[in-house]
């Protein structure tokens, strides 16, 4: 999936499939998909999963749907040919909309220092998503239960916990600040949400550092609920612009992944297992120390702890394992206890499809 988000082209998705690396030798060099003669193979097998899913919105706006790669495990992006068809479509007047998985503070974080280096593309603007009960959450409101009723904190005016909360938003607009862009805060506005709360919001969007704080109603009303946003884009995607990537590809990789830990998460330091540290000395020595970081970590807190909430302080950041992804075109360094497998539901899906022998039509998928 994530040699699919990052191929340019054909001939660029079998070179990454070939640089794959399936193993070591005797004398810990890199055995690859290429030297195991299976890279043309692989790209026909994925000679038509490189074009893009052209689908539309229920409004008719179209959609370029193509790879999902995680953010807290992988990068975290839709595909370069995607963007690039897309912008091709829209023209030079035209805008596209591209998504960054999960917070800022990762999926962000590898839209900038990871897809932009390989798509050669530079973004105009970033917009972060925000809501007021997520807030009040980050503020220290009661845990948030799937199928179980919501508690009245999120439900009634409660100006501290969004101050409070405030500050994990704080934290990913000085983050994304960092790749001089502007940032435009988009707060998904809903039934329970006050004037004051909406209006203490937008003041400290503005107050630290945001190009704009807008309110958007979309999932109620289409198009027309996002119109105030759309023009927000439009305004901050003509200005002045000084894009920097966030760190320099030839530092040592433990330095890169301090950046990011220091710069994006708002952590202290990194703290490398022995095993991290080496196999980061194994990868330099392979040649392997100019790839970008994709650190795998938790997308529930800008901390390793997935309880911490808000913007943590002083907190050291593990980094329990190190893995190399050659064919993708990055450095996975582990934090914690971080699985990097996504979880199924106690019953998956997949025991519900199956093949109709006399239709041929596959049932269960919907």
Known sequence: MAVLALTTDLQNMRERLGRMVVGNDFNK??????????????????????RPTLMQTLEGTPVMVHAGPFANIANGNSSILADKIALKLVGEDGYVVTEAGFGADIGMEKFMNIKTRYSGLR???????????????????????PGMPIHSTYLEENLELVTK??????????????????VIVCLNKFKHDTDKEIELIRTLCLENGAFDAVTS??????????????????????????????????????????????????????????????????????????????????HLSLSHDPTLKGAPKGFILPISDVSASIGAGFIVPLVGSMATIPGLPTRPCFFDVDLNPETEVVEGLF
């Open 217 to 298: 109603e979309h999932w109620a009303k289409g198009g027309a609920g996002a119109l105030e946003l759309a023009k927000s884009i439009i305004q901050a995607s003509t200005q002045t612009t000084d894009f920097k990537f966030l760190y320099d590809l030839s530092l040592p990789l433990e330095e890169k992944i301090r950046i990011i830990a220091r710069e994006i998460y708002g952590a202290d330091d990194i703290q490398l297992s022995e095993l991290a540290k080496a196999k980061i000395k194994l990868y330099m020595k392979q040649g392997f120390n100019d790839l970008p970081i994709c650190i795998a970590k938790t």
């Open 123 to 145: 973004p105009s603007a970033v917009v972060i998503i925000a809501t007021i009960r997520a807030l009040k959450m980050h503020g220290g409101g009661p845990n948030v239960t």
């Open 165 to 182: 909360g405030f500050e994990n938003v704080k934290q990913q607009i000085q983050g994304a600040r960092k790749f001089g862009i502007p």
């Open 29 to 50: 060099n890199p055995v690859t998909a290429e030297d195991l003669g299976v890279s043309g193979a692989l790209t026909v097998l994925m000679k038509d999963a490189i």
